[in-house]
C-alpha cells in the first residue's frame, strides 16, 4: 500500500485507561495522566498530592483520602466532590480497597514507610484491578507500582526582597514508570518574572 501511496495510521498514544489531570501533569506522565485500575507511589508532598485532587475534581471526577488527618485540603475547589477518611481504624487497606471501587482517585496515606509484602497487597491489588479508580499510595509501598512520582518545591512567587506575600509556588515533579520525565509545575496564581525566588 506503501507504493500506491497509502499509509497506514499509526497511533499516537497507547491503549490504556488513564485519569486525567489536567495540561501541567500531561506532559510529564508517561500516558498523560493516571493509570487506572493500578497503583501509583507519589512522595509524602501534601501540595501535590492536593494539586491532584484538585485537577480530578475539577474534571468532575470523584476523590477520597484515607489515613491523612493533618491533609489540608485548601487548595481543592470542588469539596463536594472529595470523601476524607482521616481515621480508617486498623485497616486502611480494607477502607481504601472499597473505595477503590466506584471512585475516580483514591490516596491512600499511612503515618510511617510501609513495604506491603505481596500478600498484604493482594486483596488491595484485587480490588484495584476490579474497580476503576487510580490509587495513590503516599508512605505505603506495594510491589511492582505501575508508576512512581516525586514532588519537590523549585521556588515561590510573588515574595521579593523582604516584601510581598507567597501568590504561587513551583514544584518540580518526575514520574517514573516505562520511562522517565520530570517537568516544573505552578501552583497558585501565574508567575510574574520579577516575583520568582528560587529555594536552594
Do not use: C
Not at 477518611?85 to 471512585?103: C, H, Q, R, S, Y
Amino acid at each position: 500500500m506503501a507504493d500506491m501511496g497509502a499509509h497506514a495510521p499509526q497511533r499516537v498514544l497507547p491503549d490504556v485507561d488513564v485519569l486525567g489531570v489536567g495540561d501541567q501533569f500531561h506532559r510529564v506522565l508517561p500516558d498523560g495522566g493516571l493509570p487506572r485500575r493500578a497503583v501509583t507511589h507519589v512522595s509524602d508532598t501534601p501540595a501535590l498530592v492536593v494539586e491532584i485532587i484538585d485537577r480530578v475534581t475539577a474534571e468532575g471526577g470523584f476523590a477520597a483520602v484515607v489515613g491523612w488527618p493533618e491533609l489540608s485540603y485548601a487548595g481543592v475547589a470542588a469539596l463536594e466532590r472529595v470523601i476524607a477518611v482521616p481515621e480508617p481504624g486498623i485497616d486502611p487497606l480494607a477502607v481504601a480497597g472499597v473505595l477503590v471501587e466506584g471512585l475516580d482517585v483514591v490516596v491512600l496515606h499511612t503515618p510511617q514507610p510501609v513495604n506491603l509484602s505481596p500478600v498484604r497487597a493482594r486483596p488491595l491489588l484485587a480490588r484495584v484491578r476490579k474497580g476503576k479508580a487510580a490509587l495513590l499510595t503516599v508512605n505505603a509501598r506495594v510491589p511492582s507500582p505501575a508508576l512512581s512520582i516525586t514532588g519537590s518545591v523549585a521556588g515561590f512567587h510573588g515574595i521579593g526582597r523582604g516584601a510581598g506575600r507567597i501568590v504561587g509556588m513551583d514544584m518540580r515533579v518526575e514520574a517514573a514508570g516505562r520511562r522517565t520525565a520530570s517537568t516544573v509545575i505552578t501552583l497558585g496564581r501565574a508567575p510574574r518574572p520579577a516575583g520568582v525566588r528560587a529555594v536552594r
